[in-house]
């Protein structure tokens, strides 16, 4: 299970180490941006749109010849981790050209990126994953779900003793008035909700974006903003849908796109808002978090018809300098046996000891407690997913007994990591 540090610097000849990477020029961007619209099977490219976020500087190509063949970007976000928001590297973009896969230009494109990550000093990488296959191997985990659901709006209603604040009321606008109040309530909520990154107005141009052909027969964005005398405190954005049964019965439907807030009363008024609409019989939600309040409030919580979806992936890029930066829920003291095969310089034996208000990352030769890949460590990082499963599937292994429920105990955290936007 470990890595050595020399088996490592081994491994940075292997997949792909005969393709060239580098930044693409300007002139280029187009045909290096359309291999990812090409490879994920988007129906449209718009490459007006793809620079309002892409950062050209972080974009990294390879080049068959002239042909550019395969593409990965980053975007410069501040995430919020365990401990607070920080400069992550939020990978993106990601594809090769269907002629050209499986000859490891992503693996030199991976390479180079977290060597790339590493110099520019964040410690932290995060994406979206297509396929739950392809990441592990370049040392992330799957570190965050949400979950997807749908309700009969009438076979449902809130608890009695919801949290309500006559105080608030209710605003219904068109989403675009409605943006600044968003984006007031956004940015604070994301800067509590691990996995969540700070939105600029380019994102919130994207988040916004209305294109009457990609509104699946829904009608245009409408956001419902709840607030006070002192400001905005939450917000839902949503689309609804008329249809009516072949006897003239409603059988519309209400899809939340997104719903934040930072008052649990701000909570109760907005998800009241969108299930008692009237008309509306059922509605729909592809991404809240796993434990958003919606769930605790309904007076039977057996109604609603959930999934979990994907979420973050994780990746540790400077292993002692995440960790030291993180916070912990309890103290732990455990020496790591970490294999890392794309970031040499994490791979060895690690003590990381932490309390509540500090953590120490360092080398040393003692023996170790629990042996794990980096990867395992990325799943685990945002404190939504324990480690056990990996010791009881026989991935991790603990030479001590109960070394991994205390690595679980201490980077636990109470809530649920969630990023409410693909990136
Ligand atoms: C996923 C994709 C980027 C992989 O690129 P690639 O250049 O073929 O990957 P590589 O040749 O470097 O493969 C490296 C390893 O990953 C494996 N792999 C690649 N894609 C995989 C997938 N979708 N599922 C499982 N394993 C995959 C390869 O088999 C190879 O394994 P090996 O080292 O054991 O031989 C490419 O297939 C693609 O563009 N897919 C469609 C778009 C997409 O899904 N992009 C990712 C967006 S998050």
């Known amino acids: 299970m470990s890595f050595s540090r020399d088996a490592s610097a081994a491994a940075e000849q292997g997949p792909g180490a005969q393709w060239r990477v580098r930044v693409p020029e300007e002139s280029e961007l187009p045909a290096v941006a359309r291999i990812a619209h090409e490879a994920l099977l988007a129906p449209t490219f718009d490459i007006d749109r793809i620079r309002q976020t892409v950062e050209l500087d972080r974009t990294l190509a390879v080049f068959d010849g002239p042909q550019p063949v395969g593409v990965a970007g980053v975007h410069s976000f501040t995430m919020t981790l365990p401990g607070g928001p ?19 230009v992503l693996s030199a494109l991976m390479r180079r990126q977290l060597a790339d ?6 410690d932290v990488a995060a994406l979206f994953a297509s396929e739950g296959g392809i990441y592990g191997r370049f040392g992330y985990g799957p570190a965050a779900y949400a979950t997807d659901f749908r309700v009969r709006t009438r076979e449902i209603g809130l608890r009695p003793d919801a949290p309500r604040d006559p105080a608030l009321r209710l605003r219904l606008a068109d ?44 009608g245009p964005l409408m956001c419902a903003v709840a607030e006070d005398d002192a400001g905005p405190l939450g917000y839902a954005l949503y689309r609804t849908r008329q249809h009516w049964d072949e006897h003239g019965a409603t059988e519309s ?22 299930i008692t609409r009237d008309l509306v019989c059922h509605l729909s939600h592809d991404m809240a978090p796993p434990d958003d309040p919606l769930f605790t409030l309904l007076a039977d919580p057996y109604r609603v018809s959930k999934g979990q979806v994907d979420n973050l992936w994780v990746r ?8 030291e930066k993180r ?17 040499p310089w994490n791979a060895g034996r690690w003590r990381l000891s932490a309390d509540t208000s500090a953590a120490r990352c360092v080398p040393t030769d003692g023996a170790p407690d629990i042996v794990l890949d980096v990867s395992h460590l990325g799943a685990a990082y945002l404190g939504g997913t324990g480690l056990g499963g990996y010791l ?13 429920q205390r690595l679980d105990t201490a980077l636990h955290r109470s809530d649920r990591p969630h990023c409410g936007k693909i990136f």
């Open 86 to 104: 920080r400069p992550v590297a939020a990978v993106t973009g990601v594809g090769v050209w269907p002629t050209h896969r499986r000859r490891g």
């Open 117 to 122: 990550i590493r110099e520019r000093g964040e």
């Open 175 to 218: 989403a675009g008035e409605a943006r600044k109040d968003m984006a007031v309530v956004h940015q604070a909520a994301a800067a509590q909700r691990v996995g969540e990154f700070q939105r600029s107005s380019a994102w919130w141009n994207t988040v916004l974006r209305d294109e009457p052909a990609e509104r699946g027969g829904y």
């Open 253 to 274: 439907s209400l899809w939340v796109k997104e719903l934040y807030s930072t008052a649990p009363a701000a909570y109760t008024l907005l998800w009241e808002h969108v």
């Open 316 to 323: 540790l890029v400077d292993l002692p300098a995440a960790l």
């Open 327 to 343: 916070s912990f829920a309890a103290p732990v003291d455990v020496v790591l046996e970490v294999s890392d095969h794309y970031c």
């Open 392 to 404: 009881a599937a026989g991935l991790v292994s603990e030479a001590a007994p109960g070394a991994v």
